[in-house]
């Protein structure tokens, strides 16, 4: 079936603009994850939805970013007035929680330079 | 955020031989994922682990849930050129949480 997209899959901005990233779950997937990977480093929490529950915003860096996931499906990561050290590869991962499956699935990633 | 101890950072072996990377945390966890990341692409699941003690294969891939639950180890055993990439560790918390906590990442470079 099909995985986790993403799109775009590259995106070039101007400091000080905003930028939309989109991500579509895998079908039937109730959660999904918003992660930040600079440049060889690890992967950074930044959002986490599941079902109709409040999501988990622990890991936004600023109020420049926010995120929504509309109808339970398609989520759009928002940063808005980019700088520089947002440049970043933004992933996003779904998953169905409950019974013995907590797998993640990542998308491709949306490489974000912030010029 | 948090993250995991996740050891060696870098290692290159020359083709064939195995190897084996580990990660350890402070905490107690419910489950491990193991993944691979290749230059440009998303991570990708290689084993899900979800009991102490479990050992887990997939092809030439071996992963264990440590007794502890503070720690896991993935093996590659005859390394061939395309498993280079960067292998990170993930493990989810005993608190109820379906998030995740991931590794620094294994950089791993094999040598035809």
């Known amino acids: 079936g099909a995985g986790v997209s993403q799109s775009p899959s590259n995106k070039v901005t101007e400091k000080g603009k905003d930028v939309e990233l989109r991500c579509d779950p895998i079908s039937g997937h109730t959660a999904l994850y918003w992660y930040r990977q600079s440049l060889g480093q690890g992967l950074e929490f930044l959002i986490y939805?599941?079902?109709?529950?409040?999501?988990?915003k622990s890991g936004l860096p600023s109020d420049r970013f926010s995120a929504e996931r509309t109808g339970g499906s398609v989520s759009t990561l928002t940063i808005q007035r980019t700088q520089q050290e947002d440049s970043a590869v933004y992933l996003c991962a779904s998953s169905s929680p409950g019974g013995a499956s907590y797998e993640q699935y990542f998308g491709p990633g949306t490489r974000l330079t912030v010029t | 955020g948090q993250q995991l101890n996740q050891s060696p950072q870098s290692m290159f072996i020359q083709e064939g031989e195995d190897v084996s990377m580990n990660c350890t945390s402070s905490?107690?966890?419910?489950?491990w994922l193991w993944y691979k990341q290749d230059p440009g692409e998303g991570p990708v699941l290689l084993i899900a682990l979800y009991k102490a003690g479990e050992l887990t294969s997939n092809g030439r891939l071996t992963a264990q849930f440590g007794i502890t639950r503070k720690d896991s180890f993935l093996n590659i055993s005859a390394s061939i050129p395309s498993d280079v990439g960067i292998y990170f560790c993930?493990?989810?918390?005993?608190?109820?949480?379906?998030?995740?906590?991931f590794g620094t990442g294994t950089r791993l470079k094999v040598l035809a």
């Open positions: 905490s107690i966890f419910n489950t």
């Open positions: 939805f599941q079902g109709n529950s409040a999501p988990d």
């Open positions: 993930a493990g989810r918390p005993t608190s109820g949480t379906y998030k995740y906590i």
